[in-house]
């Protein structure tokens, strides 16, 4: 029978470890001779040296090689999507519906125009964007030439709006048959509106049924016409100050009558007939009024 392996006391395990940690004969520190832990060490300073330098060429080369303001990968869409506020949507559609003589319905749509025209203070506008832009003319900014490495933006007040600014009438017309809308291109980043230099797009409004009920469309600014200085758009970082040009549109209608409408931005680069995309360059709603 194969004999019983003795049991080692604490203080011989101890001894043990002690050896193990420092061998006064082969003057090895835990196994290794000081020279061997010198080796080892360089070893991997030059390994983690060479790691380290390696991950920052590549954060470099990546930093380099992308802009900060514009995604190298972004889906491009030719045509820009149309909005148009009050933005009170149904199931599926923007209705917009109210009542003229209730109080609390003309306070509900106002209150929704008044708070997405708050960007368009002129004060704001004033301190945001204090730059002179020619009219007519794309507002190209090859430099970076705004302060804190910024493009400079082209100032939009709400008095643009005219009538429809909410300035001298507060309830947007919403306390009678004649509401204000407005309408918004979305952005895209460095799209151009025109192929043709001077060719500004503008809004176009079309009864689509109803049109006995409509009896006046009116547009602000005058001709319901984008000015080109507001573009190209150059993205959030780049302009952070940007504000998108906007067309109201006051509808006259006969009481209690409603009216389906599509406003398009017309331009020679901007496509409406995408059964994909029913707000690429128009937006359709509805408009009724109750008495």
Known sequence: MATL????TCGQRCEDFGHFVWNSENGTFMGRTPLKWIYISLYYVAFYVVMTGLFS???WVLLYTISPYTPDYQDRLKSPGVMVWPDTYGEEIVEITYNSSDKNSCVKMSNILRKF????????QQQWNN????RGQFHIQPH???PNHTKWSCPFTQNMLGPCSGVTDPTFGYNSSRPCVIIKMNRIINF???NRSGVEPYVNCTVLTGAENVQDIEYFPQN????LSYFPYYGRLAQPSYVNPLVAVKFSLVKEKEAKIQCRVVSDVISYENIHDPYEG???FYLSVES
């Open 117 to 124: 025209l708050e960007p368009y203070n002129e004060t704001l």
């Open 5 to 8: 392996k003795e049991k080692r």
């Open 57 to 59: 060429l590549a954060i």
């Open 131 to 134: 730059v002179s832009c020619t």
């Open 282 to 284: 128009k937006v359709v």
């Open 224 to 227: 319901g016409t984008m000015d």
């Open 144 to 146: 970076f030439t705004a």
């Open 192 to 194: 151009l509106p025109s």
